[in-house]
């Protein structure tokens, strides 16, 4: 996902690129099971939602996890030589 400066439809610049996997299936169709499990994880209720269910002691850090996990699983960070060549292959 790429978020370009635009202006006047002429894309003056890429802002910033978010680089994720899409799961596919056997015939090549994004898996839709794999892609549950990513919403699922993405969308993890934050602990300001589920604050009072336990006592004040108790730190919720499953947000902490759920990021990580999803980083882990559905994130990838490009080498500068790949980005470069990611651009250069999308803009010219």
């Known amino acids: 996902m790429a978020v370009l400066e635009v202006t006047g439809r002429k894309v003056l610049g890429v802002r910033h690129i978010d680089y994720f996997m899409l799961p596919f299936d056997g015939k090549g169709r994004i898996d839709k099971k794999g892609w549950t499990r990513r919403l699922h994880v993405a969308l993890e209720p934050p602990p300001s ?7 004040e ?3 919720d850090a499953r ?4 990021k990580r996990r999803y980083d882990h699983e559905f994130k990838w960070e490009p080498s500068r030589r790949v980005e470069e060549a990611i651009v250069a292959a999308v803009f010219g």
């Open 63 to 66: 947000h902490r996890f759920m």
């Open 57 to 59: 002691q108790v730190i």
């Open 49 to 55: 939602v589920l604050k009072g269910v336990y006592p």
